[in-house]
Protein backbone atom coordinates (compact mmCIF):
# COMPACT_ATOMS: atom_id res chain seq x y z
CA UNK A 1 0.00 0.00 0.00
CA UNK A 2 1.01 3.45 -0.62
CA UNK A 3 0.88 6.15 2.09
CA UNK A 4 1.40 9.76 2.26
CA UNK A 5 4.77 11.96 3.62
CA UNK A 6 4.66 12.95 6.54
CA UNK A 7 4.27 16.64 5.53
CA UNK A 8 1.28 17.94 4.72
CA UNK A 9 3.07 20.25 1.99
CA UNK A 10 5.16 18.33 -0.81
CA UNK A 11 8.49 18.42 -1.34
CA UNK A 12 8.65 21.95 0.02
CA UNK A 13 12.57 22.07 0.30
CA UNK A 14 12.50 20.37 -3.08
CA UNK A 15 13.04 16.77 -1.31
CA UNK A 16 16.37 14.59 -1.00
CA UNK A 17 18.44 12.43 -3.57
CA UNK A 18 17.98 8.44 -3.62
CA UNK A 19 22.00 8.27 -2.35
CA UNK A 20 20.79 11.10 0.65
CA UNK A 21 17.60 9.15 1.21
CA UNK A 22 19.57 5.90 1.82
CA UNK A 23 22.10 7.39 4.08
CA UNK A 24 18.53 8.45 6.47
CA UNK A 25 17.35 4.69 6.23
CA UNK A 26 20.53 3.61 7.47
CA UNK A 27 20.45 6.08 10.24
CA UNK A 28 16.59 5.38 10.80
CA UNK A 29 17.59 1.08 11.13
CA UNK A 30 20.02 2.44 14.31
CA UNK A 31 17.31 4.16 15.88
CA UNK A 32 15.64 2.38 19.06
CA UNK A 33 12.00 2.07 17.54
CA UNK A 34 13.55 0.72 13.96
CA UNK A 35 15.71 -1.80 15.97
CA UNK A 36 12.89 -3.25 17.98
CA UNK A 37 10.39 -3.78 15.12
CA UNK A 38 13.50 -5.44 13.61
CA UNK A 39 13.59 -7.64 16.23
CA UNK A 40 10.00 -8.98 16.16
CA UNK A 41 10.01 -8.95 12.50
CA UNK A 42 12.77 -11.69 12.91
CA UNK A 43 11.03 -12.89 15.95
CA UNK A 44 7.55 -13.55 14.33
CA UNK A 45 9.44 -15.66 10.98
CA UNK A 46 10.03 -12.50 8.40
CA UNK A 47 13.40 -11.22 9.00
CA UNK A 48 14.29 -8.56 6.44
CA UNK A 49 17.26 -8.28 4.62
CA UNK A 50 19.84 -5.55 3.97
CA UNK A 51 18.00 -3.90 0.96
CA UNK A 52 14.35 -4.55 2.16
CA UNK A 53 13.85 -0.46 2.97
CA UNK A 54 15.26 0.99 -0.41
CA UNK A 55 14.79 4.65 -1.65
CA UNK A 56 13.49 5.54 -4.83
CA UNK A 57 12.69 8.28 -7.11
CA UNK A 58 8.60 8.89 -6.91
CA UNK A 59 6.72 9.62 -9.42
CA UNK A 60 3.31 9.77 -7.57
CA UNK A 61 2.26 11.61 -4.34
CA UNK A 62 3.57 9.50 -2.03
CA UNK A 63 5.82 9.41 0.84
CA UNK A 64 6.43 5.66 1.26
CA UNK A 65 4.66 2.55 0.63
CA UNK A 66 5.15 -1.90 1.32
CA UNK A 67 4.82 -4.34 -1.07
CA UNK A 68 4.24 -8.24 -0.07
CA UNK A 69 7.12 -9.91 -0.75
CA UNK A 70 9.15 -6.53 -2.58
CA UNK A 71 9.74 -5.04 0.19
CA UNK A 72 9.60 -1.37 1.45
CA UNK A 73 9.66 1.95 -0.81
CA UNK A 74 11.11 5.27 1.03
CA UNK A 75 10.36 8.25 -1.91
CA UNK A 76 13.90 10.08 -1.70
CA UNK A 77 12.43 13.25 -3.21
CA UNK A 78 9.15 13.75 -0.94
CA UNK A 79 11.39 13.66 2.11
CA UNK A 80 13.13 16.11 3.96
CA UNK A 81 14.07 15.91 7.36
CA UNK A 82 15.78 12.80 9.19
CA UNK A 83 12.48 12.65 10.88
CA UNK A 84 10.02 12.38 8.23
CA UNK A 85 12.07 9.11 6.95
CA UNK A 86 12.52 7.56 10.50
CA UNK A 87 8.08 7.88 10.42
CA UNK A 88 7.78 6.40 7.09
CA UNK A 89 10.05 3.83 8.18
CA UNK A 90 8.16 2.83 11.01
CA UNK A 91 4.75 3.55 9.52
CA UNK A 92 5.78 0.66 6.68
CA UNK A 93 7.61 -2.00 9.38
CA UNK A 94 4.60 -1.83 11.10
CA UNK A 95 2.43 -2.89 7.57
CA UNK A 96 5.65 -5.46 7.13
CA UNK A 97 4.84 -6.79 10.94
CA UNK A 98 1.00 -6.86 9.57
CA UNK A 99 1.64 -8.79 6.96
CA UNK A 100 4.10 -11.78 8.91
CA UNK A 101 1.90 -12.09 11.81
CA UNK A 102 -1.65 -12.58 10.04
CA UNK A 103 -1.28 -15.60 7.37
CA UNK A 104 -4.71 -14.32 6.26
CA UNK A 105 -4.37 -10.82 6.21
CA UNK A 106 -6.17 -9.57 2.41
CA UNK A 107 -4.59 -6.08 1.57
CA UNK A 108 -7.72 -6.22 -0.87
CA UNK A 109 -10.04 -6.46 2.07
CA UNK A 110 -10.84 -3.15 3.57
CA UNK A 111 -11.22 -4.16 7.24
CA UNK A 112 -7.92 -5.45 6.67
CA UNK A 113 -6.59 -2.67 5.65
CA UNK A 114 -8.11 -0.36 7.58
CA UNK A 115 -6.81 -1.79 10.78
CA UNK A 116 -3.21 -1.86 9.51
CA UNK A 117 -3.25 1.97 8.42
CA UNK A 118 -4.52 2.40 11.61
CA UNK A 119 -2.10 0.98 13.61
CA UNK A 120 0.58 2.01 11.45
CA UNK A 121 -0.52 5.63 12.37
CA UNK A 122 -0.68 5.61 15.52
CA UNK A 123 2.77 3.63 16.58
CA UNK A 124 4.63 5.58 14.15
CA UNK A 125 3.86 8.66 15.87
CA UNK A 126 2.51 10.38 12.40
CA UNK A 127 0.51 12.40 14.60
CA UNK A 128 2.10 13.47 17.37
CA UNK A 129 1.40 16.86 18.50
CA UNK A 130 4.53 18.66 17.13
CA UNK A 131 4.06 16.86 13.58
CA UNK A 132 0.62 17.95 13.59
CA UNK A 133 1.57 22.00 14.28
CA UNK A 134 3.68 21.95 11.80
CA UNK A 135 1.25 20.60 8.83
CA UNK A 136 -0.79 23.48 10.11
CA UNK A 137 -3.59 21.43 12.19
CA UNK A 138 -4.22 22.93 15.08
CA UNK A 139 -7.08 21.29 17.40
CA UNK A 140 -6.44 20.18 21.16
CA UNK A 141 -9.05 17.78 21.74
CA UNK A 142 -9.03 14.47 20.26
CA UNK A 143 -6.49 15.76 17.43
CA UNK A 144 -3.92 12.31 17.55
CA UNK A 145 -7.11 10.37 16.43
CA UNK A 146 -8.74 12.48 14.44
CA UNK A 147 -5.35 12.83 12.38
CA UNK A 148 -5.02 8.87 12.33
CA UNK A 149 -8.47 9.26 11.15
CA UNK A 150 -7.27 11.49 8.09
CA UNK A 151 -4.23 9.53 7.42
CA UNK A 152 -5.93 6.20 7.30
CA UNK A 153 -8.57 7.84 4.44
CA UNK A 154 -5.75 9.08 2.73
CA UNK A 155 -3.98 5.82 2.28
CA UNK A 156 -7.14 3.65 1.78
CA UNK A 157 -7.97 6.14 -1.25
CA UNK A 158 -4.61 4.15 -2.95
CA UNK A 159 -6.74 0.87 -2.45
CA UNK A 160 -8.87 0.31 -6.00
CA UNK A 161 -10.49 -2.41 -3.46
CA UNK A 162 -12.22 0.19 -1.52
CA UNK A 163 -14.34 2.90 -2.13
CA UNK A 164 -14.08 6.21 0.22
CA UNK A 165 -17.64 4.91 1.88
CA UNK A 166 -16.62 1.83 2.39
CA UNK A 167 -13.32 2.81 3.66
CA UNK A 168 -14.79 4.93 6.28
CA UNK A 169 -16.93 2.11 7.40
CA UNK A 170 -14.08 -0.16 7.79
CA UNK A 171 -12.38 2.47 9.20
CA UNK A 172 -15.41 2.84 12.01
CA UNK A 173 -15.90 -0.68 12.56
CA UNK A 174 -12.20 -2.14 13.66
CA UNK A 175 -11.36 1.30 14.74
CA UNK A 176 -11.34 0.66 18.75
CA UNK A 177 -9.89 -3.28 18.20
CA UNK A 178 -6.75 -1.97 16.32
CA UNK A 179 -6.21 1.50 17.67
CA UNK A 180 -5.76 -0.46 21.12
CA UNK A 181 -4.00 -3.44 19.48
CA UNK A 182 -0.63 -2.25 20.34
CA UNK A 183 1.23 -5.23 19.51
CA UNK A 184 4.77 -5.62 19.22
CA UNK A 185 4.68 -2.55 21.37
CA UNK A 186 3.69 -2.65 24.86
CA UNK A 187 1.94 0.63 24.38
CA UNK A 188 1.85 3.27 21.88
CA UNK A 189 5.36 4.70 21.64
ZN1 LIG B 1 0.14 2.90 5.67
Redesign the pocket.
Known sequence: ?E?SAGSGNFDPYGGKTVQECQDMIRTSLETPTVKFLKENLEKAGCGIAENFIRAVKCSKQIGGG?VRGQGIIICSNHMNLQDEVDRVVI??LI?AYDDCRAANLDWTNCAHHAC??IR??HLSGDCHFKRELLRGHLKLRGHEQECVKRRVMK?MAANPYCSETASKEAMDAVWDVCYNDTEPFDRAP
Open positions: MDYHEHSEAGS
